[in-house]
């Protein structure tokens, strides 16, 4: 007997399948975790801002996860959590870089900077975030510490950037209120501020 294949039989037998398939998958890494020798540091020497922290660090955490949770700094938004709007900007070693996308455990070695650390140790404004107060850039400002670091880093490399140059190293950075020209009026100011 050939039973007809209905829309309950096959919904049925997705669910098994993919239950089956996870529960293989699991079985799967678990062996290999448990076969593997490699031992993961846990207490991590990163350095944020000028300084040397310590912090415990899981294997699979985020950058921005270890900054905003586990060290306070808050400056950085997470908000897409997966490389594409660049709310979460931060430079290592003056580059720019979405925190979201990248596991603590493999910058070890390279400098952070994160919103927080450009101001100068009297507190005043770096010539970035002096600008973009001046041209009035952010709006709902959810996206302006990701702008202010894609600035700081482009100004750093290029210190006399044209607005062509100025809006592709913000092109990384999304802006829900659209204020994108005053984003880039205000990178042009600071370059005038360096100059």
Same mark, same amino acid.
């Given at each position: %007997?050939? $039973?007809? @294949?209905?829309?309950?039989?096959?919904?049925?037998?997705?669910?098994?399948?993919?239950?089956?398939?996870?529960?293989?998958?699991?079985?799967?890494?678990?062996?290999? #975790?448990?076969?593997?020798?490699?031992?993961?540091?846990? @207490?991590?020497? @990163?350095?944020?801002?000028?300084?040397?922290?310590?912090?415990?660090?899981? $294997?699979?955490?985020?950058?921005?996860?270890? @900054?905003?949770?586990?060290?306070?700094?808050?400056?950085?938004?997470?908000?897409?959590?997966? /490389?594409?709007? /660049?709310?979460?900007?931060?430079?290592?070693?003056?580059?720019?870089?979405?925190?979201?996308?990248?596991?603590?455990?493999?910058?070890?070695?390279?400098?952070?900077?994160?919103?927080?650390?450009?101001?100068?140790?009297?507190?005043?404004?770096?010539?970035?975030? #002096?600008?973009?107060?001046?041209?009035?850039?952010?709006?709902? /400002?959810?996206?302006? $510490?990701? #702008?202010? %670091?894609?600035?700081?880093?482009?100004?750093?490399?290029?210190?006399?950037?044209?607005?062509?140059?100025?809006?592709?190293?913000?092109? /990384?950075?999304?802006?829900?209120?659209?204020?994108?020209?005053?984003?880039?009026?205000?990178? %042009?100011?600071?370059?005038?501020?360096?100059?």
């Amino acid at each position: %007997m050939n $039973p007809k @294949l209905s829309r309950r039989r096959f919904i049925k037998g997705v669910i098994y399948s993919s239950a089956a398939a996870s529960a293989g998958a699991g079985y799967y890494l678990a062996t290999a #975790q448990v076969n593997s020798n490699a031992v993961v540091e846990r @207490l991590l020497s @990163l350095h944020i801002n000028g300084q040397t922290r310590l912090v415990d660090v899981a $294997p699979t955490e985020t950058l921005a996860f270890t @900054l905003r949770n586990k060290l306070g700094l808050t400056g950085l938004k997470v908000a897409c959590n997966r /490389g594409e709007c /660049g709310a979460c900007t931060v430079l290592l070693d003056n580059i720019s870089n979405y925190s979201c996308s990248l596991l603590t455990h493999t910058i070890k070695q390279r400098a952070i900077t994160t919103v927080e650390g450009l101001r100068s140790v009297d507190g005043r404004l770096s010539a970035v975030q #002096q600008a973009f107060i001046e041209e009035l850039a952010p709006q709902c /400002g959810f996206c302006t $510490p990701g #702008q202010v %670091m894609a600035a700081t880093a482009l100004l750093r490399a290029n210190s006399n950037p044209s607005r062509e140059e100025a809006r592709q190293a913000l092109a /990384g950075n999304l802006c829900r209120c659209g204020a994108y020209d005053h984003y880039l009026n205000g990178v %042009m100011r600071a370059a005038e501020l360096l100059s």
